[in-house]
Structures are given as structure tokens and as C-alpha cells.
T-cell receptor, first 114, second 113 residues
Framework: AQSVAQPEDQVNVAEGNPLTVKCTYSVSGNPYLFWYVQYPNRGLQFLLKYITGDNLVKGSYGFEAEFNKSQTSFHLKKPSALVSDSALYFCAVMRRASWGKLQFGAGTQVVVTP | NAGVTQTPKFQVLKTGQSMTLQCAQDMNHEYMSWYRQDPGMGLRLIHYSVGAGITDQGEVPNGYNVSRSTTEDFPLRLLSAAPSQTSVYFC????????????FGDGTRLSIL
């Protein structure tokens, strides 16, 4: 069974509108949760992480993510999308005490139109 | 700092050939790993290392070997290339603490004919 699910292959949004990229997970315990972004022909770049504490996590480039334990979700959000936010976004999960063993979702392509 | 450097950027091999993908990092990171990225599947962990002299298998290790003789370098060897190994390969490194984010190289695009 897939541990990390990103239910949307692609998300289309107009510039200036809110952006949401969904992620749910099925990992036991209290895993670490991450979001990464990939631009064409580049490696993944870290955006933000949830370790513990506040359910709303703020990260790079104006992105934030909301952790919901009851729904096992970790959705990525940005209040006002930019054309430059067009990229491939990955959610990743790591079980505690499984150092470095990231499990990735399949990725969501975000397309922001002017 | 160069971060994580992968070479080559592109490579075409014939079935049965062997090759080594190079990965080097200059951040003194203990942890290094190799992933492959295939369309619709995200990234899958091939092998990882928690320090010099220590390696272990990830999710998809078959057909690949690794070694970690220094903190800086973590080469990935394809023993006998197969078309199923056509993929984009990423190397990553991170600090020792398990919650620290990983730093990725720009990838090696490998085609096996």
C-alpha cells in the first residue's frame, strides 16, 4: 500500500489565486512530513517540514502547510500563486527512527497561468 | 559551497554495460542516499549511507551497488545495465539529525538501449 498519496496529478490555478496541493499519508506513529519542489531539469528543493507542534507550518517562498492528524493529511498552500510557482511538488514522509528513508508521493504538477 | 554534485548529467548505455554515477558533497553531511525518479512514481530510494563505511539497501536496490569510503563521496554502480534502469537518478545528503531536510543534486539522466 502506498504510504504517501498525492491525489491530483496536476493543479491549475490563475496567478493571484490561492494554491492548494493535497497530500495524505498512511504511516504509523508520528512521522516527519516534508514538501519539496522540483523545477525542470533540477533536483528537489526543500520547502518546509512538520516535526511537532503547531499544525500550520510556514516555509520558503510564501508556502505553508497544514498538518491534520485525524485526517492524516499535510496539504501545501500558498495564499496568492505566482507564475514562477509552476513546478512539480512532492510530499514526503519519514518514519521516526528510520533515518533518511524518505517515502515520496508521485508528485503534483502545478501550472499557474497569467 | 557547491552542495551536492552529480556527474555525468547525461549518459546513454547499451544493455549489459556497467558504469558508475558519481556523487560528491562538500557540506560534511553524514547521511547520503540515491534515488531514482520515474514518471508517476515519485522518487524511490535505492541505497543509503549513514556514514563512511556504512551502507544499506533502500526500496529498489537490485542491480545497483554502492560504497562509502569517504564522507564526501557516494558512487552508485550499475553492474549490468538493463532498459528498466532507464531513469533519472538523484543523489542527496543531509545532516545527521533525522528530521533535517535532504539536499539534492541536479540528477543524472540515464538511458539504457
Amino acid at each position: 500500500a502506498q504510504s504517501v498519496a498525492q491525489p491530483e496529478d496536476q493543479v491549475n490555478v490563475a496567478e493571484g489565486n490561492p494554491l492548494t496541493v493535497k497530500c495524505t499519508y498512511s504511516v504509523s506513529g508520528n512521522p516527519y512530513l516534508f514538501w519539496y519542489v522540483q523545477y525542470p531539469n533540477r533536483g528537489l528543493q526543500f520547502l518546509l517540514k512538520y516535526i511537532t507542534g503547531d499544525n500550520l507550518v510556514k516555509g520558503s517562498y510564501g508556502f505553508e502547510a497544514e498538518f491534520n492528524k485525524s485526517q492524516t493529511s499535510f496539504h501545501l498552500k500558498k495564499p496568492s500563486a505566482l507564475v514562477s510557482d509552476s513546478a512539480l511538488y512532492f510530499c514526503a514522509v519519514m518514519r521516526r527512527a528510520s533515518w533518511g528513508k524518505l517515502q515520496f508521493g508521485a508528485g503534483t504538477q502545478v501550472v499557474v497561468t497569467p | 559551497n557547491a552542495g551536492v554534485t552529480q556527474t555525468p548529467k547525461f549518459q546513454v548505455l547499451k544493455t549489459g554495460q556497467s558504469m558508475t554515477l558519481q556523487c560528491a558533497q562538500d557540506m560534511n553531511h553524514e547521511y547520503m542516499s540515491w534515488y531514482r525518479q520515474d514518471p508517476g512514481m515519485g522518487l524511490r530510494l535505492i541505497h543509503y549511507s549513514v556514514g563512511a563505511g556504512i551502507t544499506d539497501q533502500g526500496e529498489v536496490p537490485n542491480g545497483y551497488n554502492v560504497s562509502r569510503s569517504t564522507t564526501e563521496d557516494f558512487p552508485l554502480r550499475l553492474l549490468s545495465a538493463a532498459p528498466s534502469q532507464t531513469s533519472v537518478y538523484f543523489c542527496a545528503s543531509s545532516q545527521r539529525q533525522e528530521e533535517q531536510p535532504q539536499h539534492f543534486g541536479d540528477g543524472t539522466r540515464l538511458s539504457i538501449l
